[in-house]
């Protein structure tokens, strides 16, 4: 279990990140999901024990990463947003000098542990080419696996799907949710279609504060019958947007507007279809909520 109690940090300027955010998490995929500038990274970056916060606490299974994060780091793999390679070692070699770098260890040989992680992320057909020649997908895998390596309790995966194209995506996926069967799996990410994907359990940050902690299921389930879809025109659709709360506007060929509300009170626009609400309904209902509390109490935000 990880817990985060309360954790506030403040950087220099001052510029408050994260305004007391806590979250209790359990084994398995944990989304967190917010805008660029929310406080993922800096929440991520807390809990990886890479930089302490202002205020709060952090603990895996009982332990005090924020006062003690050397105790920690073993039993922890990270994936940052910037994961730095050497363009010309291969995928075997970067593996093998990282694990020296981390201190992993190896009882039946770094050779042989730089193989099961190549096998476990299906490079090892890659094992012996150049990492300058990978994919971004591929890359992203090669940095899971030095995440994996010593079989981490928690792995924390930052933004991982930026840029990989959808197959790659699909891949990577599943070694993601293989992964979390068997540990705490953080997924910091903007990409909402990823939390939904994978993640029985989320977080949405906004502005340094956890806007919503939740199910996936329940945090949709709360919108059902509250969704509603329909296709207008332009003018339709700055009618609909000045009556109701619109989620999402699509264009569509023709210059038709395929729109989703939120219609809490079951009183959607003429011609509208009740719809099952998506994860995204959620994201941009409890964005939008956020956003009027934060006005309301005097534009904190
Ligand atoms: P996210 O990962 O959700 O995009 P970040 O945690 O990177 O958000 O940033 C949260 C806020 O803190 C932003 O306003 C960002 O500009 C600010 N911030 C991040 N790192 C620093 C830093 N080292 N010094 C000052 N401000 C920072």
Known sequence: MLEIRDLVKIYPGPVVALKGVSITIPNGLFGLLGPNGAGKSTLMNIVAGLLEPTGGSVTLDGADIVKDPRRVWSRLGYLPQDFGFYPHLT?????????????????????????????????????????????????????????????????????????????????????????????????????????????????????????????????????????????????????????????????????????????????PPAGFVSVPPTLEDVYFVAMRDAERAATAGGGAA
């Open 91 to 267: 995928g075997a070699q970067t593996l093998d000098l990282l694990l020296r770098l981390k201190g992993v260890d190896a009882p039946g040989g770094r050779r042989r542990l730089v193989h099961e992680l190549l096998e476990r992320v299906n490079l090892a057909d890659a094992a012996k080419r150049r990492v300058k020649g990978y994919s971004g997908g591929m890359r992203q895998r090669l940095g899971i696996a030095q995440a994996i390596a010593g079989d981490p309790r928690l792995l924390i995966v930052d933004e991982p799907t930026a840029g990989l194209d959808p197959d790659e995506r699909m891949r990577f996926y599943r070694l993601i949710a293989e992964l979390g069967q068997e540990r705490i799996v953080l997924l910091s990410t903007h990409i909402v279609e990823d939390v939904a994907t994978l993640c029985p359990r989320l977080a949405i940050i906004r502005g340094g504060r956890a806007v919503l902690v939740s199910e996936t299921a329940a945090a949709r389930s709360r919108l059902d019958a509250t969704m509603y879809e329909g296709v207008v025109d332009g003018e339709g659709l700055a009618a609909v947007r000045a009556s109701h709360r619109v989620t999402q506007a699509y264009l569509q060929e023709g210059s038709r507007h395929r729109v989703r509300v939120h219609a809490p009170d079951g009183e």
